[in-house]
């Protein structure tokens, strides 16, 4: 397939349902879509220390998102914001001054929750991370998943019809959002 799409879950629980979604919008994206989870579960908590020797498992977490052509965010919110181990993650990629991996990244950010806000404002927040790192993101359309249980079974299959249907246009869009930034950015 011609574009390969690192996935960055913003939970590490094994329970995750920002996992279960991130299954489920791999099998219902077009085949030109190649997707590739990047872990950032061991990176210790990030400070300025470190920039003058990253060490092993930051190299690593750069270099797979440096890799990918694309970026996709699955992530809960918690209280009203990103999940703290995704920002430092982010951090991490971010740095040392003049080695941020986010800049011109096409990324696209999805993201589940039991409640009705489908994390919308923990979007909005990893959103305006993105944009400080300059990174290129799809804005439209946006997915704020509900998630009642059982939306997505232990297949990976979404049992929800229109939610299917919804999220297939959602990864058919970030399809073409990588093909159209990708002519104007060439890949590394
Ligand atoms: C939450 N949850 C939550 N939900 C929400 O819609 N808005 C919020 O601000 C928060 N805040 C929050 C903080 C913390 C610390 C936790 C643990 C949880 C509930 C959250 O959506 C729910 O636990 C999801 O199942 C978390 O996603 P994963 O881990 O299942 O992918």
Redesign the pocket.
């Known amino acids: 397939p011609p574009y390969r799409v690192g996935v960055i879950i913003g ?1 590490l ?1 094994k ?5 279960r979604l991130a299954g489920a919008l791999q099998k219902l994206a077009p085949k030109e879509l190649e997707f590739f989870e990047i872990d950032y579960s061991r990176l210790p908590l990030y400070n300025r220390d470190f920039d003058a020797d990253y060490p092993p498992e930051a190299l690593e977490f750069k270099a797979q998102v440096r890799s990918a052509d694309a970026i996709l965010f699955v992530t ?5 914001s990103l999940p703290g181990a995704l920002k430092n993650a982010i951090d991490w990629g971010s740095r040392p001054w003049g080695q941020n991996v986010w800049a011109d990244k096409p990324t696209g950010v999805v993201g ?4 009705q ?1 489908g ?1 919308a ?2 979007q909005q927040s990893l959103r305006a991370t993105l944009s400080f790192l300059n990174a290129r993101q799809m804005t439209s359309p946006e997915a704020y998943v509900s998630y009642s249980p059982g939306l997505v079974d232990d297949d990976g299959n979404v049992t929800v019809e229109a939610t299917a249907q919804f999220l297939s246009m959602v990864m058919e869009k970030f399809l073409e959002y990588i093909a159209r930034v990708l002519t104007v950015i060439p890949r590394p």
């Open positions: 939970s629980s329970e995750s349902i920002n996992r809960p919110e918690y209280n009203r589940a929750s039991p409640g806000i994390t404002v923990g």
